[in-house]
């Protein structure tokens, strides 16, 4: 069967993420790897989640945890939610809460539930890969969000309608960004406020990595800046999309997102339509583990990270040339270079992987354009001192020599 007769014109959009084919590195024993932004496996709260499987597969418990459940998610974790939304600047309560599969389950769902083909989304250059990847497959076009510039709303407007739709929402990753590790600044969270007001937009606000924030002041959310201007959550537009895989565990895909009501119904619909819930066991797992531990483990995360990214770039003002530059994060797992003009990090990449067997992320694949492509990501989270020492010892020296 000749199969491309029969697929949708927004299946040609989709593609590989870079990030899942240089994961399988993972397995050459050889490959120092700073590619994958993932935990590190050591640090999962195994015996937690041991427990608290046991207890969920208990009793009279375990028939509920094995059940059908509702769309919305498990209410005692949306309340758990709520109660650390309020923590910092977003009142809300459980409904205003939608448990999803991951926060990338809600990044595809804002996408399908607002972009028709030739919308346009704003966001940063560059962006998060998973993002794009996401909102793909709805065929929007894209446009260069700088919330730091001084472009105004009728250009981003006049530029949506010359493509044949108009903007929907403007996408952002404000605490320790994949993939550059910057954090957006308070008077920058509030432009883009001010700006999708005027266009009449909505805000998505990814907050994957604001749990692990080791230094500097923290910031509010946008979502908690727009409450404390307009007195309530569902007279906001931010959408905020939080995830307990950066925190807890990825394998159990447990995200949220966190909105006006109106809009989380909506949302509810779509999760019904495509996989009715996330998995119940996982819920009630995730749910009694964030109540014991999320704290006291999330500092423990904290702690190792700082380290390693402190080791990181002493190791990069050691080893690199002056021709090279690097972000400074406050948080998060990410340092973004900047290479010489001159040198393709994908070439770089493929010519590593045959010499000094070091991986990374080549930048290019985080722009909507395809553009810079002498910049790369390096991923500290999973890396040891001894394996960050030789690895940018390595990798300097192919620098040099491209």
């Known amino acids: 069967m000749q199969w491309n007769q029969v697929l949708a014109t927004r299946t040609s959009r989709m593609k590989a993420s870079e990030i899942r084919e240089l994961l399988k590195l993972l397995d050459q024993p050889d490959i120092i790897s700073f590619a994958g932004g993932i935990p590190d496996p050591k640090l999962f709260p195994a015996d937690t989640f041991r427990a608290a499987f046991g207890d969920a597969l208990t009793g009279e418990q375990a028939a509920g945890a094995l059940q059908y459940s509702v769309s919305e998610g498990f209410k005692p974790l949306r309340e758990w939610i709520a109660g650390e939304m309020g923590k910092i600047g977003i009142a809300c309560d459980a409904d205003n809460i939608l448990i999803t599969s991951g926060s990338q389950q809600g990044l595809d769902y ?3 539930l607002m972009i028709s083909p030739n919308d346009t989304v ?3 250059w560059p962006t998060y890969l998973g993002a794009l990847g996401a909102y793909n497959a709805y065929e929007p076009t894209y446009d260069r969000l700088d919330p730091r510039g001084n472009r105004s709303a009728e250009s981003f407007r006049a530029k949506a309608e010359a493509v044949g739709g108009r903007v929907k929402f403007a996408y952002l990753s404000v605490d320790f960004a994949n993939p550059t590790g910057e954090t957006l600044d308070r008077a920058a969270r509030e432009a883009v406020i001010d700006l999708a007001d005027e266009l009449d937009i909505a805000i ?14 923290a910031i509010p959310p946008i979502l908690a800046l727009e409450i404390a201007r307009k007195g309530s959550i569902e007279a906001a ?3 905020y999309c939080g995830s307990f895989s950066k925190t807890l ?3 159990l895909r447990i995200g949220w997102v966190c909105g006006a009501k109106e809009v989380i119904a909506k949302l509810v619909l779509l999760k019904q339509a495509a996989d009715l819930h996330s998995a119940t066991t996982n819920q009630i797992v995730v749910n009694q583990v964030a109540r014991t531990i999320f704290e006291d483990h999330v500092a ?8 390693r990214r402190d080791h990181l770039l002493k190791a990069l ?7 090279v530059t690097w972000t400074k994060p406050e948080g998060g797992m990410f340092v973004w270079l900047t290479l010489p003009e001159h040198i393709d990090a994908a070439d770089l ?12 992320v080549p930048g290019r694949a985080f722009f909507a354009d395809a553009s810079n492509g002498n910049t790369l990501r390096l991923s500290f989270s999973c890396a040891d001192e001894a394996a960050i020492d030789e690895g940018m010892r390595r990798l300097a020296r192919l620098i040099r020599a491209a």
Not at 349 to 360: C, D, H, I, N, Y
């Open 237 to 239: 537009r931010t959408l």
């Open 317 to 323: 003002k050691r080893e690199m040339p002056e021709s």
């Open 249 to 251: 565990a990825p394998g």
């Open 204 to 217: 998505v606000e990814d907050a994957a990595y604001q749990s692990l924030r080791f230094d500097g002041e």
């Open 349 to 360: 990449l493929a010519q590593s992987l045959k010499t000094e067997r070091v991986a990374f």
């Open 122 to 124: 704003l966001l940063g």
């Open 300 to 307: 423990k995360l904290r702690s190792v990270y700082m380290a």
């Open 110 to 112: 804002l996408g399908k």
